[in-house]
């Protein structure tokens, strides 16, 4: 009798476990990617249905287009496709030439070329003069020399920094806070749905890392432009007939690498990634190289350019948006409006106004 109790007791508990468990995956499942609200910060339209019908398919196990997780990247450019080109131009831009021209405690020491190329950004912005032809490479070369010196972690702590200073042109916002609310949504739609997401970036790399790292991107997650590294008392000697103490920190040079921007993207991905991705967001022809190749993926695959087309919440230029709109259209890509399909941009509380300058 004592036997057939416990042996009673037992399967009570077994089938009790086993309804728990039911009921926590049943809860489990209204609460996934099918039930939950992602987008509250969009309108409808034609982009986003076509990103949540691709994502649909593709995740769909009984579809022919049926793309298994390992194999669902998706890569993000960083400026301007969801981090504001602020100030009216990328975070980097702006980081330098307040770095050769305000900060007291560099500015005296910047080389003349460093200098030029802070006061073309200054000139720029606050004149409207055009920026010299090939700035990028202008620019990158001009930073790997403005912050070369510095060790890894004092130059993220000097991004972290700067990012911290409220955004010029806006109430209510830091530069470091930029971000487009609805692209964050898009990072967490793609995520519950599997996929796996790079920012890759024309800007530095450990820049892109210090900004995007509030957003829960992990640094193995960010490619972009790179200066060569050494180790603290490594000096002249090549790494490979080098060993580092323990004690030594990595120290930026004023060696550029590579500036991360068209094809060199194309080649970033595939030397640290290893696939090609099935999703590309972009904003710029810097993008279209990244776009094109996720394109050419075997596996069903999309590409999306944002058009910073919204003149009342953000310093935008709509009427080349409107052109670039078409171009990108023409080149297959669909196109995100931040004017229609945004329903905030950078949130309620941050509000546009003029910009605003210091007397030289």
Not at 75 to 103: A, H, I, K, Q, S
Request: contains cysteine; charged residues 25%.
């Amino acid at each position: 009798m004592m036997k057939e109790m416990k042996l009673w007791v037992l399967l009570v508990t077994l089938v009790c476990g086993l309804s728990t468990t039911l009921t926590s995956c049943h809860k489990d499942d209204d609460d996934g990617p099918s039930k939950r609200e992602y987008f509250k910060y969009w309108n409808k339209c034609e982009a986003l249905t076509a990103l949540q019908e691709y994502v649909q398919d593709v995740t769909n196990p009984k579809s022919p287009n049926f793309i298994d997780v390992e194999d669902r990247i998706a890569t993000f450019d960083m400026d301007g496709t969801f981090v504001g080109e602020l100030y009216p131009t990328y975070f980097e831009y702006n980081l330098l030439e307040y770095r050769v021209l305000d900060d007291a405690s560099y500015k005296n020491k910047a080389p003349e070329d460093v200098r030029t190329a802070a006061q073309d950004i200054r000139d720029f912005v606050r004149n409207g003069k055009p920026l010299p032809d090939h700035f990028d490479m202008i620019h990158a070369k001009a930073a790997a020399k403005a912050y070369a010196g510095m060790t890894i972690a004092e130059f993220d702590n000097y991004v972290k920094e700067y990012g911290k200073k409220p955004a010029n042109g806006f109430v209510g916002m830091t530069y470091g806070q930029s971000f487009y609310k609805p692209m964050l949504e898009v990072f967490d739609y793609l995520k519950a749905n599997g996929f796996t997401y790079y920012v890759v970036s024309g800007s530095d790399r450990f820049i892109c890392r210090a900004l995007v790292e509030s957003i829960g991107i992990a640094p193995n997650r960010v490619i972009g432009m790179d200066v060569k590294l050494v180790s603290s008392s490594q000096g002249d000697e090549a790494g490979v007939n080098y060993t580092m103490g323990r004690e030594e920190d990595l120290i930026r040079t004023d060696e550029l690498l590579i500036k991360n921007l068209k094809t060199n993207k194309v080649l970033q991905i595939s030397q640290e990634i290893g696939k090609v991705p099935v999703l590309s967001f972009g904003n710029s022809s810097g993008d279209c190289s990244m776009h094109n190749y996720c394109l050419s993926s075997k596996h069903r695959s999309a590409a999306f350019m944002l058009v910073a087309d919204d003149e009342a919440r953000d310093h935008a230029n709509r009427q080349k948006a409107l052109t670039l709109a078409e171009k990108w259209r023409e080149a297959g890509y669909y196109v995100i409006s931040m004017r229609d399909d945004f329903r905030t941009i950078y949130g309620d509380g941050v509000q546009k106004v003029d910009f605003t300058f210091p007397n030289e």
